[in-house]
């Protein structure tokens, strides 16, 4: 595990729509590295954008992780009234020095409060892949990643079971 210096450096996320459409935006502070990848914090009140929305604060707060290589990040809640981790598929994450770029490919996995796995937005995923026209090695990359998603959510493998705890002290909460 490689820990941050105290406050950790701020990270700009560049959340994309296929296929160079803006999504979210936002920063998080960096609070080091491990196995898993590169975990942030996000706390709540961070003013994140979507596309050209209005800029509005985060009400929950989340440490989060991007892995080096999978086709998803991943965000872990204490005080969300419905999921506690919630699984963004999207192509493999890029850093370009402390930005970090993921095109969001609609299709979500969450593990709720009460422990249920669903996959969210399979309805908007298939509107879009016809749509905007996702290569089908894209469309196989992100239905494979949602499988394995919700295998390792439901078994609680890791990073998905108690990986992001440290990563929450390290946060201060």
């Given amino acids: 595990m490689t820990v941050e210096p105290a406050g950790g450096s701020i ?48 009400e929950h707060g989340f440490v989060g992780l991007v892995p080096a290589t999978a086709w998803w990040t991943v965000e872990f809640f204490r005080t969300h009234p419905w999921h506690e981790v919630y699984v963004n598929i999207g192509t493999p994450p890029q850093w370009d020095g402390d930005v970090q770029t993921q095109i969001d490919l609609d299709l979500d996995v969450v593990r709720t409060v009460d422990g249920e796995v669903v996959i969210l937005d399979e309805d908007e995923f298939d509107d879009h892949r016809v749509r905007y026209g996702y290569p089908e090695r894209i469309v196989a990359a992100a239905r494979t990643a949602a499988a394995a998603a919700v295998v390792a959510l439901g078994r609680r493998a890791e990073p998905f079971a108690d990986a992001a705890e440290p990563w929450w002290e390290r946060a201060g909460e």
């Fill in 11 to 58: 990270v700009r996320i560049d959340s994309r729509k296929w296929p160079d459409r803006r999504h979210w935006q936002f920063e998080a502070r960096r609070l080091g590295n491990d196995e898993h990848g590169v975990w942030l914090y996000v706390p709540s009140g961070t003013v994140a954008q979507r596309g050209d929305e209005p800029p509005q604060p985060i």
